[in-house]
């Protein structure tokens, strides 16, 4: 399959930058993630198929953690904008705005951390319970 995957990446690869240059290539690496995303999700389905109560979307990021996702990005599109620009990086050098960007970098990654831990910690205790094939108990993670 993989050989399929790879072929659909260079077919799109040789296409997409022929009608868009870099950003089609871009485009062309989406789509191969596209196709790898599509796979897993079906292979994850069919390993628990027996697994009673199980279901897809158990396993898929809760909307609280793509919210936080959404937010994390934008924040770190606002820090990109304004430590990085050319006004701020005349005025105050690289290294001291770089170093200001990173740390929002890893703020926000801080504050992602623990929301997602917080918010799929029990589909991934789940999920190492049924690994070492333990009995799962039927819980909602979306729920909560």
């Known amino acids: 399959m993989l050989v399929v995957f790879t072929a659909a990446h260079v077919a799109s690869s040789l296409l997409m930058v022929k009608l868009g240059g870099a950003a089609g290539l871009v485009l062309a690496d989406a789509f191969s993630m596209l196709l790898r995303i599509v796979y897993s ?28 996702c959404t937010l994390a990005s934008a924040c770190l599109a606002g820090s990109d904008h304004y430590f990085m620009s050319s006004q701020q990086l005349t005025q105050h050098g690289f290294w ?27 589909t991934a205790q789940q999920l190492v319970r049924l690994r070492r094939g333990a009995v799962v108990e039927e819980t909602d993670k979306k729920g909560k």
């Open 41 to 68: 999700l079906r292979f994850i389905r069919q390993y628990f198929q027996k697994v009673p109560g199980f279901s897809i979307w158990q396993v898929l990021p809760s909307p609280s953690t793509l919210g936080a």
């Open 96 to 122: 001291r705005q770089a170093g200001m960007h990173v740390g929002a970098g890893v703020g926000c990654l801080a504050v992602l951390l623990l929301r997602i831990s917080k918010a799929e910690g029990a």
